[in-house]
């Protein structure tokens, strides 16, 4: 097995490498003057009837990253790797799942079905935004939770916890790291005042949260604004401390503002995306990655 | 028939609906602030069971514009369009054709087989780098030469024209357009001095240019190396004027500075790729196009 690093990996490349014992090739890469990616696999004879793992993540710049993975993943294939695995940690356009209006692009579908056309037997990628869209991959998909990362490292810090998913969908997050954390967790359902406008949780009794250190747990933090209201919800039912945790902290335009405003104490993300925050807790994903390979 | 206009498309896609009497619908176009793409196309219904030409050039950011023809044409073979025809008036990463260097990856096959899978049964493009680079297309191409557009032009323009290769790759393109100019052509055949390292031409006797209006013909001005220095040649030979044509001016970088330092009077260009000069000639391709659908 041969590990091939591509240019948007924070490590991870390097991580499975160390994890599987396998030897890590990294790309050469560079940008031609009018902006083309160029790609080259050194030494592709190793290749040669090997499994290889191409690893490559498709945060921002993501098409940029999205393209050079499907150029990485054609090399591979051309130079004769017998299987690849493509792990994608962050995987670009997972949001765009559905048509929301008529008309819409399926954007995750062209995503998917092109990462599997080149080339790609095996797709992992780290919390998708839904399981189900991975279907678009028509090939075997494996999925890595990060959750239990979360909770054992919120095992060293937190007192008397509390999970927290800011909606129904997201409550298997939630429930993941309470029960590592073996406590109780619900999930935010919103109803906003007729009158007044201001938004209050419904479903949960305001003794729950007393005194509790409330972990809002979430597959991604964007623009910050659900974190940000997950937290002024959870203070008002008398939370002592806020930890927000996800597994793609991306804190686009004003979403730090927004977090630290809310009063989150401490926002816990993985290197499936560049570090956002000085301060965040950064957790690596290489090893329950690895798992799966 | 149906035309649906993308996000780069410099009023081809306009044209093309013009010219075959077609509907226009233009893509409705955003990007998340996360820097995602949104494409959505209006009325989607009207294309069901229609022949379907998506027009959208992947000039830079060239992978953002990839991306979005990808979801284009996934999109409209979804609401049952019977054939889809596209236009990528300039075709992204057609200069990576080889591997030059073991291990490099062959952009432009990856390029080609996606805008296939997607569900592209006919592509056509204008100028190509190489036409033989198109059989990674598994489908129907056409290929657009402006070169007879060039010639039209010029027509108007030149007295006692020659037609100059910058080498013998793209002698094919000089003499489409000598033969409308019904004048002479050649090319360019390099000879380095060991000495003094002075480039001059070996194959052009000085007499076949004196005095004549020389055109530099290429298929596309990127950096403007090649074009400077065959314009320094055509003088040096005693072309009394130099004009360059080419269907893709990127003008990058100090392009721009290269051409009208080698004493380029005149640039022709056409609209795959937005104007990089205010005072060129700007030639619209989309009859030339059309005439092929």
């Known amino acids: 097995m041969i590990i091939v690093g591509g240019t948007s990996t924070n490590g991870i490349d390097e991580g499975l490498a160390k ?3 396998a030897e890590l090739i990294k790309v050469e890469h560079k940008v031609f ?11 592709p004879q190793k290749l040669q009837g090997e499994e290889v793992v191409v690893v490559q993540s498709t945060y921002y710049p993501q098409d940029k990253n999205l393209m050079e993975l499907l150029f990485m993943i054609e090399a591979v294939k051309d130079f004769g790797a017998s299987k690849v695995i493509a792990v994608v940690p962050y995987l670009a356009y997972a949001r765009q799942d559905k048509r929301f209006r008529e008309g819409e692009a399926l954007s995750i579908k ?11 037997d ?17 090939g075997e998909v494996k999925i890595v939770y990060p959750e239990p990362l979360f909770a054992e490292e919120l095992a060293k810090i937190v007192d008397k916890p509390f999970v927290l998913s800011p909606d129904v969908g997201a409550l298997f997050r939630a429930k993941m790291v309470a029960e590592k954390l073996n406590c109780d967790y619900a999930y935010i359902e919103k109803e906003r005042d007729r ?16 005194d509790k250190d409330v972990i809002i747990v979430d597959d991604i933090i964007s ?5 940000a209201q ?14 927000a945790a996800a597994a793609h902290v991306l804190m686009i335009g004003e979403a730090k503002k927004k977090i630290q405003e809310s009063n989150v104490k401490l926002v816990i993300g993985t290197n499936t995306v560049p570090k956002a ?12 990655i690895a798992e799966k390979i």
Do not use: C, W
């Open 33 to 43: 003057p009018d902006g083309e990616s160029y790609i080259r696999i050194p030494q």
């Open 19 to 21: 994890a599987l014992s």
């Open 277 to 288: 925050m000085e301060d965040m807790i950064y957790l690596d994903v290489s090893k329950i």
């Open 223 to 227: 623009t910050g604004g659900t974190t």
């Open 122 to 138: 095996v797709l992992i990628t780290v919390e998708p935004h839904k399981a189900e869209e991975l279907n678009h991959f028509v």
């Open 230 to 243: 997950a937290a002024k919800i959870a203070y008002s039912l008398g939370a002592r401390r806020v930890i």
């Open 195 to 210: 009158i007044t406008g201001e938004i209050t949780a419904k479903n949960i009794p305001r003794e729950n949260l007393q």
């Open 110 to 120: 062209t995503v998917l079905r092109s990462i599997r056309n080149v080339g790609a």
